[in-house]
């Protein structure tokens, strides 16, 4: 084999090799990056011709041959420069060329030049990013709501970045459990909450508050659920404090709150762990309002459940169970409220006994529905502030915005846009800046360029 052979031969590995490492690095089409090598190489032609031509390119990788040749019609009179040729300068290149002929004229890439080989290069890089951001927006908005695994990768005024391996995902100061505390290279776990498209890429916004992170972990510790023997038929949080838990079963046999509880309670309390201790209370789910009630509200008495309307119930409590039946700061209501649709008023025995005729009345009577407007003013200001503010009362520091956090990602990934990715850059190194001369000059200016059960009773597990 000739010297030119054996470089031809060298030069078809270093192709073959060069795009099987970017499709399987950035999970994206062969067919994608040789469309944009081609591309690339059309642009840096054109970018040396300096006039407009019709360029074509030929990638064959197999053979590992490159091919760049401009294609035009012979015409008798020029009409579009791009893609026509005057037969009198086409009989300058072939004497026996006639009119309406093709004329085929191969490009050598050593004469491109430095900067149309870097233009080339950066057109490759922009097309490759580009499809990657696209399968990553795909492929993680089709698993919102699925529990993810990073790394603590980055921990900015309160906000998270967390590595998922392909991309990075924010976890906001407001979906974070204000219990827990995390360093860089922690593990964590999260829920997808949500994938913004953004100018400089996907956004995955994951959560450890939402009611679909306590589900997606007992799916992940109860075999029940996950194989859809017990089904979870809703999750209402406290996050980090408290949280209820309904689940329900088609199959007589088994027991859906044993099975969420565990032996000895490793099942739940794997769970409790993951949530910073917070309190689980499973319930046996029944369409039957009087029971139900009963149960959310276990182990608290409940004397009696009186329904109001459509949107209200009372229920009269053991006095003695008054207390626990509220919870502290109102909290087991305010759950047990969310879990049943309901507004709920609850009483004493002895209190409700001791009510007028009149201050029964007025307990019984269902309260008229609040527009839109009435409930978004009558909602708690200091609540909502630090939801937008995030600030953490106890760093005392101004937590960022989503926005600002992403506004500083992009800015990094935009100075890294600048440097050159190895692997991308691998395919215009070896296939063609290898067949181009050096222009030292060129290049020094570029380069600078995350309870209560209901067995036979219901028990609550702290």
């Avoid at 009198?88 to 080989?117: S, T």
């Avoid at 001369?437 to 570029?446: L, P, R, W």
């Amino acid at each position: 084999m000739n010297k030119k052979g054996k470089t031809e031969a060298v030069k078809a590995l270093d192709i073959a090799a060069s795009i099987t490492a970017v499709t399987k690095e950035k999970s994206i089409s062969t067919d994608l990056v040789l469309d944009s090598l081609k591309d690339a190489l059309t642009t840096a032609a054109r970018k040396y011709l300096g006039t407009p031509t019709n360029v074509e390119a030929k990638v064959d990788r197999e053979r590992g041959t490159i091919e760049v040749f401009t294609r035009q019609i012979v015409v008798e009179e020029v009409e579009d420069p791009e893609m026509q040729i005057s037969i009198a300068d086409a009989k300058e290149i072939d004497d026996d060329i006639e009119i309406g002929d093709e004329l085929v004229q191969d490009l050598d890439i050593e004469q491109f030049g430095r900067m149309a080989i870097q233009t080339a290069k950066q057109v490759i890089i922009q097309r490759v990013r580009e499809a990657e951001r696209e399968k990553i927006f795909s492929d993680y908005s089709d698993r919102v709501g699925e529990l993810v695994t990073g790394t603590v990768q980055q921990i900015e005024k309160g906000n998270i970045l967390v590595n998922l391996g392909r991309t990075e995902a924010l976890l906001p100061y407001r979906e974070q459990i204000r219990k827990e505390h995390y360093r860089q290279g922690d593990n964590i776990r999260a829920c997808i909450l949500e994938v913004k498209n953004n100018p400089k890429g996907p956004q995955v916004i994951v959560s450890r508050t939402c009611p679909e992170f306590l589900a997606r972990l007992f799916e992940l510790e109860v075999p029940e659920i996950f194989d859809k023997t017990v089904r979870i038929v809703k999750v209402v949080r406290d996050p980090g404090h408290r949280s209820k838990i309904a689940v329900t079963t088609n199959d007589s046999r088994v027991d859906p709150v044993g099975a969420c509880v565990g032996m000895r309670g490793n099942r739940v309390q794997a769970i409790v762990r993951e949530l910073a201790n917070e309190r689980i209370d499973i319930i046996n789910w029944t369409e039957e309002l009087s029971l139900l009630v009963r149960r959310v509200f276990s182990p608290a008495e409940v004397k009696r459940v009186i329904p109001v309307g459509e949107r209200k119930i009372t229920v009269v409590i053991s006095e003695e169970d008054l207390a626990q039946a509220i919870g502290r700061e109102g909290q087991n209501i305010r759950l047990a409220s969310k879990m049943l649709d309901k507004e709920i008023d609850v009483f004493g025995d002895e209190e409700f006994a001791n009510l007028t005729d009149e201050q029964r009345a007025a307990a019984l009577q269902e309260q008229p529905v609040e527009s839109e407007e009435e409930i978004a003013m009558a909602a708690d200001p200091d609540d909502s502030l630090q939801d937008d503010a995030g600030d953490d009362p106890e760093s005392g520091a101004d937590t960022a915005s989503e926005e600002d956090l992403v506004l500083e990602d992009d800015t990094e990934d935009a100075a890294t846009e600048e440097g050159e990715d190895p692997v991308l850059s691998d395919i215009t190194s070896k296939a063609i800046e290898t067949l181009s001369s050096t222009d030292e000059d060129a290049e020094d200016a570029i380069d600078k360029a995350q309870l209560q059960s209901d067995g036979l009773t219901d028990t609550e597990i702290a």
